[in-house]
């Protein structure tokens, strides 16, 4: 069975925006931080944002002030609020779940499937 699930995707034009979703296990979010990473076609898998068990957040250069990711803890949800929309954020998102600290994952627990997102000029 799956732990992590995402949702939310979808095609939008530039300046858009889009919330993306990924629902958790319980023994995988409670104890552990939670992120999202995308992959664009021809590039590596790149961390976009992070956010702790406290609730602590991290985000890459080129989408501060632009994403928020934020967590409920009461549904084991994690989610990715995009705003301003580029035409560079067109990438399949990831949620992973681990262990975090000094700005980078450590160990992942698990991938979620993936989700496209694609925003046009």
């Known amino acids: 069975q799956a732990q992590l699930v995402e949702s939310g995707g979808g095609l939008v034009q530039a300046g858009g925006s889009l919330r993306l979703s990924c629902a958790a296990s319980?023994?995988?979010?409670?104890?552990?931080?939670m992120g999202w990473y995308r992959q664009a076609p021809g590039k590596q898998r790149e961390l976009v944002a992070a956010?702790?068990?406290?609730?602590?957040?991290d985000y890459v250069d080129s989408v501060k002030g632009r994403f928020t990711i934020s967590r409920d803890n009461a549904k084991n949800t994690v989610y990715l609020q995009m705003n301003s929309l580029k035409p560079e954020d067109t990438a399949v998102y990831f949620c992973?779940?681990?262990?975090?600290?000094?700005?980078?994952?450590?160990?992942?627990?698990?991938w979620g499937q993936g989700t496209q997102v694609t925003v046009s000029s």
């Open positions: 992973t779940g681990g262990i975090y600290f000094g700005g980078s994952f450590h160990y992942h627990i698990d």
């Open positions: 319980r023994s995988l979010f409670s104890v552990n931080a």
């Open positions: 956010i702790t068990s406290e609730s602590r957040t």
